[in-house]
């Protein structure tokens, strides 16, 4: 509504007054759409998607453990009687015998030196420069003792203090309370004492550890012929019948050998010593016939003697020519078992990591194919299915050399559980600060809970767990 007022001056003035409300106009155009607005809270989960397809077969695992010798095989049939030979010859061969049986030994002790060193590289434990070798089979002491000298050993004898503390230390951390020991009583005195060996055949002399109450006189029967001893994991001997250590009916004493051990002196075995193949000829001559009463009956000898002479000299040398023949397959013999001696000691001293695998620091690495991918957890499964596990980067160096793989890689480390509580997959914090990129961890959209290492920024970064990225796997050498 327009209002006027007029003064005396005739001087007008007007204001405009708000009107009256209008009708409701027509519903406009429908605008833009808006920006996004910030991530709700995490939906519950889904349902479990489809079984994936089955994977490819998994890489061959490490060989295990020889197995033990097999019963011995029935006898052949005898052969029927060959013919009888010629009458053998005197010869002065003693040189060549000598050198041939000489080398039979030693080709003896290389072929023991190759069956000790695989034994080693199965893993056999070191104590005071002797190995222990674990064999968890039930056995009677006879079988024991069988068994260790199959192995080219013995049941284990503790001769010192310190030895002993190792073994009864070696007996307890693998859970067990009481073993065979390599001693045994074989006769008694004419005072009733009896009398210890070891299973070298050498007798019990200073060192001993029987338990206060396993004295030698500790009890047992009078009439016992021979008893076994046993260790017990908290160091001390005792006494156990030897018709209990060998029949089933002595259920309250030790009746298996649960440890047998093999011992070499040096890094060596404690050879056997073997018999001589060849036994040097000794025969000497028969006297020469009395001297005949004629001089015609001692030319004719002489000549015959001659004739026996020829026939010896080619006897002998078909016989050199065989021996030096021998001679020779002997001597390759030995340089092939010193050559295989020499592999096998490389495989002991470097512990070799699989094929696929790279040996870093007495690490063994496993990097997956670079085409191939998995989320955190697959990759951390996959790792404990090889027998290893994501790898845990605990210094500098082992950083650098992990990030020259791939680009981005997982790591074994996670704030799954409890948030900005960084944990490595074998249960342990992280200690000091990481190798963390700039900015990180920044648990971006609150869904950042496990960690990649990246070349591109040079340290870790956290992302979401279902991102599928390569990883590397790792485990410890046995020391």
Not at 208 to 222: D, T, V
Not at 290 to 295: G, R, V
């Amino acid at each position: 509504m327009l209002n006027y007022a007029c003064g005396s001056t005739e001087v007008c003035t007007n204001s405009l007054l708000p009107g009256a409300k209008g009708d409701q106009g027509e519903i406009g155009d429908e605008g833009d759409e808006g920006r996004l607005g910030k991530n709700g809270p995490p939906g519950l989960p889904g349902a479990p998607g489809e079984m994936g397809l089955k994977g490819d077969v998994g890489h061959t695992g490490k060989m295990g453990p020889t197995g033990d010798k097999g019963d011995k095989g029935d006898s052949g049939l005898d052969g029927p009687p060959g013919l009888k030979g010629k009458p053998g010859t005197t010869c002065d061969c003693g040189r060549y015998r000598k050198v041939v049986g000489q080398l039979d030994v030693n080709v003896g002790k290389l072929r023991n030196a190759v069956k000790f060193v695989k034994n080693i590289i199965l893993g056999l434990t070191e104590t005071e420069e002797r190995y222990y070798l674990l064999v968890k089979e039930p056995k009677r002491f006879r079988e024991a003792a069988m068994n260790c000298k199959l192995r080219g050993g013995t049941l284990a004898m503790p001769k010192t203090i310190n030895s002993n503390h190792l073994i009864a230390d070696y007996i307890s951390r693998a859970g067990l309370t009481r073993v065979y020991i390599g001693v045994q009583a074989q006769t008694q005195d004419t005072d009733g004492a009896r009398n210890y060996v070891y299973a070298d055949s050498n007798p019990l002399q200073g060192f001993a550890a029987w338990s206060q109450e396993e004295e030698l006189n500790s009890g047992l029967s009078p009439t016992t012929n021979s008893s076994c001893v046993e260790l017990l994991s908290t160091g001390t001997w005792g006494h156990v019948e030897y018709n209990k250590a060998t029949s089933p009916q002595g259920t309250d004493q030790l009746q298996f050998f649960t440890l047998g051990q093999t011992e070499c002196e040096n890094m060596t075995l404690q050879w056997i010593q073997l018999q001589k193949r060849y036994n040097t000829l000794s025969k000497s001559r028969n006297q020469l016939q009395t001297m005949f009463s004629s001089l015609n009956e001692e030319r004719d000898a002489l000549r015959d003697e001659r004739d026996q002479l020829k026939m010896d000299a080619s006897n002998l040398t078909k016989e050199m020519e065989l021996l030096q023949s021998r001679f020779n397959t002997v001597v390759t013999m030995r340089d092939e078992l010193q050559e295989e001696v020499k592999k096998l000691n490389l495989n002991r001293t470097n512990k070799l990591c699989p094929d696929d695998w790279k040996k870093y620091n007495n690490k063994c690495y496993y990097v997956s194919a670079q085409a191939v991918t998995k989320s955190w957890d697959r990759s951390k499964k996959d790792c404990e299915d090889r027998g290893a596990h994501l790898v845990i980067i605990n210094s500098q160096n082992e950083q650098d050399f992990v990030k020259n793989f791939y680009s981005r890689i997982w790591i074994g480390l996670s704030d799954k559980d409890i948030e900005n509580k960084w944990k490595w997959v074998d249960g342990t914090d992280l200690v000091g600060d990481g190798y963390w990129q700039e900015g990180e961890p920044n648990n971006d959209r609150n869904i950042e809970d496990c960690v990649e290492l990246s070349s591109r920024g040079g340290g870790w970064n956290d992302m979401p767990c279902s991102d599928r990225l390569s990883w590397v796997c790792e485990y410890n050498l046995p020391l």
